[in-house]
């Protein structure tokens, strides 16, 4: 059974840094589609970056320059350097694994709060 627990978030202030970690189980984030989602209150869920089993990352526009995904795969764990924040970061931070076939899974989230 895959399971996915988000780790890292927190209270910070404007200017601050944050690392997120997604610790994977039944399965290796290595053969996956890795992202990291973030859900502010009101608003739909968004993609802020993502990395594939092949290496390749995208970012959404927002976070460009400011955030960095990477991946462990001796510790079978994905990472979300977050730097720069922004109050407008402040969200619940999802961490999404996508196999190459079925169905996707999703980590309970981890809250990140940045104050101004």
């Known amino acids: 059974q895959v399971q996915l627990v988000e780790t890292g978030g927190g209270l910070v202030q404007a200017g601050g840094s944050l690392r997120l970690s997604c610790a994977a189980s039944?399965?290796?984030?290595?053969?996956?589609?890795m992202g990291w989602y973030r859900q502010a209150p009101g608003k739909q869920r968004e993609l802020v970056a993502a990395?594939?089993?092949?290496?390749?990352?995208n970012y959404a526009d927002s976070v460009k320059g400011r955030f960095t995904i990477s991946r462990d795969n001796a510790k079978n764990t994905v990472y979300l350097q977050m730097n720069l924040l922004k109050p407008e970061d402040t969200a619940v931070y999802y961490c999404?694994?996508?196999?190459?076939?079925?169905?996707?899974?999703w980590g309970k989230g981890t809250l990140v709060t940045v104050s101004s």
């Open positions: 999404n694994l996508q196999p190459p076939y079925g169905r996707d899974y």
């Open positions: 039944g399965t290796f984030v290595s053969n996956n589609h």
């Open positions: 990395i594939t089993s092949g290496g390749r990352t």
